[in-house]
Every structure is written in structure tokens, then in C-alpha cells.
């Protein structure tokens, strides 16, 4: 079956507290994203990647890491993660680096760091 | 810069009756509108999209959508709602100046739908 799949899918951490979310795609695809989901804004693009060894920021990536090592993950660190990262989150892909007409999303990953 | 909104936080239909939720968009050049529905606990789910043709858009679930140039609108409606469509529904638009690898969507807010029986 087609899918992006995120792991965890929840998970509570600590301030200051290393951590990392998984993604993994099995649709080939060349472009990843990764957007977080808030309350009354919608999702924002926090990383994008449009190849291996490519990738570059968004609209929110403070305090966020990616790397894009192989074609088919996309993992998303926060090293000193903070409250005001809570969210959800959510990776996609999509078949094409550039004007691709569908993204595929995730199933989130919901983070609460106390 | 390029910007989607969703008027209504919430829309309540009774079971049975036509729905609508609302999206304008503002772009440069030509759109391309999604609409994507996040059943609660669940991941985000594609509906239907816009990108070039026929203005009403048919797509999951008996959902469709109707581009209109003029009013800059891309407004999701289904003929009979039912209590299983409650859910919250994002309209987007891929971001075409550029950002994001061109492949970036850009979001509204949200419109929680709420079928009641």
C-alpha cells in the first residue's frame, strides 16, 4: 500500500529534551515536507526537500532539523525542543520536486513538550 | 503574497441537507486549490483538487468543488451531508512563486464541519 508513515505518533517530552520524528515514504517520491498543524492557522510548511542531500527551510523552521540521507525518509529533529512546540505534526511527499499536482500526508505526529 | 481563508471556523448542517464550506484564495498567476479533510485521530486525507478545466471538481466521499475565477472562490459542497462527514476541512493552495520547492501549500485555517442526525 502507498503511504507516508510518522513514528511516533504521540509523544510527551521535556524541555530541552532531544528528539526525533521519523518519516518514511514508499512511493519513490522526490519531495518531502514536513508542516505542523496549530489551532486557527492552518499547517505551515516547517522543511521542505526536494532530493537527497537537498533540502531547505520553510516558513517556520526555527528550531527544527532535517535531513534527507535517503530518498525515502525524512526525519524531523528538534534538539532542544521547547513548549511552544507543541503541535501536530505532519510529513508529506510528493512524486515530482517541482509542480507536483498531490501531496500525500502522514498520519501526524502529536507533541506535547512540558 | 499568496494567502488562503476560510470564513467559518464551524458549519452545522442536519443530516440529510445540502452543505457548503467556504474558501477564498488570493494568488498571482493561475491557482491550484485542494481540499483536504482530517477526520479526528486521523492523518490529513485529499478530497479533490483544481488545477485546470471544468470549474465544479468532483472528488472523494460525493464531495465536490467549485472554482470561480471571478469571486477567487473554491467552495466544497455536498448535496445530502451525513453525521460521518463531521470532521475538520482545510482548503489550500500550492504556493507558485517559488518557496517551498514549488510545492508548497499553503493553508486555511480550518472550517470544523458538524453533521447532526
Known amino acids: 500500500e502507498a503511504q507516508v508513515t510518522q513514528n511516533p505518533r504521540y509523544l510527551i517530552t521535556v524541555t530541552g529534551k532531544k528528539l526525533t520524528v521519523t518519516c518514511s515514504q514508499n512511493?519513490?517520491?522526490?519531495?518531502m515536507s514536513w508542516y505542523r498543524q496549530d489551532p486557527g492557522l492552518g499547517l505551515r510548511q516547517i522543511y521542505y526537500?526536494?532530493?537527497?542531500?537537498?533540502?531547505d527551510k520553510g516558513d517556520v523552521p526555527e528550531g527544527y532539523k532535517v535531513s534527507r540521507k535517503e530518498k525515502r525518509n525524512f526525519p524531523l529533529i528538534l534538539e532542544s525542543p521547547s513548549p511552544n512546540q507543541t503541535s501536530l505534526y505532519f510529513c508529506?511527499?510528493?512524486?515530482?520536486?517541482?509542480?507536483?499536482?498531490?501531496?500525500?500526508f502522514g498520519p501526524g505526529t502529536r507533541l506535547l513538550v512540558l | 503574497a499568496q494567502s488562503v481563508a476560510q470564513p467559518e471556523d464551524q458549519v452545522n448542517v442536519a443530516e440529510g441537507n445540502p452543505l457548503t464550506v467556504k474558501c477564498t484564495y488570493s494568488?498571482?498567476?493561475?491557482?491550484?486549490l485542494f481540499w483536504y479533510v482530517q477526520y479526528p485521530n486521523r492523518g490529513l486525507q485529499f478530497l479533490l483538487k483544481?488545477?485546470?478545466?471544468?470549474?465544479l471538481v468532483k472528488g472523494s466521499y460525493g464531495f465536490e468543488a467549485e472554482f470561480n475565477k471571478s469571486q477567487t472562490s473554491f467552495h466544497l459542497k455536498k448535496p445530502s451531508a451525513l453525521v460521518s462527514d463531521s470532521a475538520l476541512y482545510f482548503c489550500?493552495?500550492?504556493?507558485?512563486?517559488?518557496?517551498?520547492?514549488?510545492?508548497?501549500?499553503?493553508f486555511g485555517a480550518g472550517t470544523r464541519l458538524a453533521v447532526h442526525p
Open positions: 483544481y488545477i485546470t478545466g471544468d470549474n
Open positions: 512511493m519513490n517520491h522526490e519531495y
Open positions: 526537500s526536494m532530493n537527497v542531500e537537498v533540502t
Open positions: 494568488v498571482s498567476g493561475n491557482p491550484y
Open positions: 508529506a511527499s510528493a512524486d515530482r520536486a517541482r509542480d507536483s499536482e498531490t501531496q500525500y
Open positions: 489550500a493552495v500550492r504556493d507558485r512563486g517559488g518557496s517551498g520547492g514549488y510545492n508548497k501549500l499553503i
